[in-house]
């Protein structure tokens, strides 16, 4: 890998040390959150019929173009590529500075612990008054499976993000057989769930596909994208894609995209490389996009609440959904032309109500400030328990689905995971401010 570069708005490299924010990473992120909500609005069909009552219905993945619309349209393997392009620059600031991978932990799990607690607390509270209501129990199961599937995000995001300070010591000393020692683990579990027939087996790429991917981005960071040329990089795109279609040819994996996520598959390896390559083609124009302030102020805006967005879009697309069902207006078979045509309406209400949720709850994204004095000082187990706390629910519910059970252990965990982390930071604040106090009395 070449020596520390990274990419700034203007097309030109700059040492990694120095750079400070990126904008056609944030471009890249938005548009990434935009394809997950925009997607999930076709593909959620429900219809009430007098015979089997209610019926949900993933209506996008009955459309024969989908699968080769994901190769390009499933963008969570870019979206943890720009993940560990960022992760790495913010990390060696706080490097820079005197911290330590826990302070660097701390601050991606707030991101993204915190706004899942209320998600959380309100699937809990959606899933009891549907029983309640007495709606069909298996309806239920099915509705709250659905609206937190996208939940394995934050499992597969944290862990990866945890691991980052480690990953980029290693690929400090050893880039090359740090990326290639992930993918051949990849590879090998991907064979032996195919050998031996053990799906579950497939779990364990959670932890080699991803840090694969996220390897990606940390070795971007030091330049290695930006110093291949156009032709260079349309060839590696080029080289990639092929060699997915290889082996989607080759009935070794689905040529669905969606279909290789969950568990992850060295597909999504390939496609991370081919999606990270066009996006380099295209910064240059990207960038100039993005010297425009209101632009700029527009995508920083959106990615200040993106997990929000993220976490809420579906259950907003579910209460919408089923609220227009208890209406009396008419309501189109999913799939048909009159279904095709609601979705911009359905869209556009989801996306008033996002705003509304993200400027509501938007605050919990906010990183909880400093005490008086100095950066927060929280023990490396409180930061490792908590961790591990608050990957359990999600990757709970990406096993076994969502039920209210779960619901309410989810919430309960990740409340405690959060106060696991707060707390030290509190008591240190308090005894320093009754310091102050103490110190400005009259003597």
Request: proline share 7%; net charge positive.
């Given at each position: ?142 509705i709250a499976t659905g ?7 934050l499992a597969a995001y ?153 976490l809420w879009h579906l ?129």
């Amino acid at each position: 890998m070449k020596k520390s570069k990274a990419l700034h708005d203007t097309g030109s490299p700059m040492p990694v040390e120095t750079a400070r924010h990126d904008p056609v990473m944030d471009l890249a992120r938005v548009i990434c959150l935009a394809l997950v909500v925009v997607g999930h609005l076709f593909m959620l069909g429900a219809s009430v019929n007098r015979d089997n009552g209610l019926v949900l219905q993933r209506t996008l993945m009955l459309q024969p173009w989908l699968a080769p619309a994901t190769w390009i349209a499933q963008v969570m393997p870019l979206f943890f590529v720009v993940g560990g392009l960022v992760g790495v620059q913010s990390w060696r600031r706080i490097e820079v500075r005197g911290g330590g991978a826990a302070e660097f932990i701390r601050a991606r799990f707030q991101r993204l612990a915190r706004p899942a607690v209320p998600l959380f607390a309100f699937l809990s509270a959606a899933i009891l008054v549907m029983h309640l209501s007495g709606l069909d129990p298996r309806s239920v199961a099915e509705i709250a499976t659905g609206v937190a599937s996208p939940l394995w995000f934050l499992a597969a995001y944290m862990f990866s993000q945890a691991y980052l300070p480690g990953m980029a010591a290693l690929h400090a000393r050893a880039p090359v057989r740090t990326i290639a020692g992930l993918a051949v683990a990849a590879v090998v579990l991907d064979v032996l769930r195919w050998a031996t027939g053990i799906l579950e087996l497939g779990l364990f790429n959670m932890i080699f596909v991803w840090l694969f991917i996220q390897q990606l981005g940390i070795g971007a960071a030091d330049g290695w994208f930006a110093a291949r040329s156009r032709g260079r990089l349309l060839l590696l795109a080029g080289t990639s894609y092929a060699a997915l279609a290889a082996l989607t040819g080759l009935g070794l994996y689905p040529v669905n995209m969606l279909d290789n996520l969950n568990p992850p598959t060295v597909a999504l390896m390939l496609l991370a490389v081919g999606q990270f390559s066009l996006l380099m083609l295209a910064y240059p124009l990207l960038g100039r996009i993005m010297r425009r302030r209101k632009i700029r102020t527009l995508f920083s805006v959106v990615g200040a609440r993106m997990m929000t967005i993220y976490l809420w879009h579906l259950p907003v697309l579910a209460l919408i959904v089923g609220l227009l069902l208890l209406t009396p207006l008419p309501m189109p078979q999913p799939g048909s032309a009159a279904w095709w045509w609601t979705r911009p309406v359905i869209l556009a209400l989801a996306i008033s109500a996002l705003i509304v949720i993200s400027r509501l709850l938007g605050r919990f994204e906010q990183p909880v400030p400093a005490p008086p004095g100095g950066r927060p000082r929280v023990s490396d187990w409180r930061i490792g328990a908590s961790t591990a706390l608050m990957i359990i629910p999600p990757f709970t519910v990406m096993v076994f689905g969502l039920d209210l059970v779960i619901a309410i252990t989810g919430t309960l965990l990740l409340a405690f995971a959060v106060l696991l982390q707060r707390q030290p930071q509190l008591r240190g604040a308090s005894v320093r401010v009754r310091s102050q106090r103490a110190s400005a009395l009259p003597r």
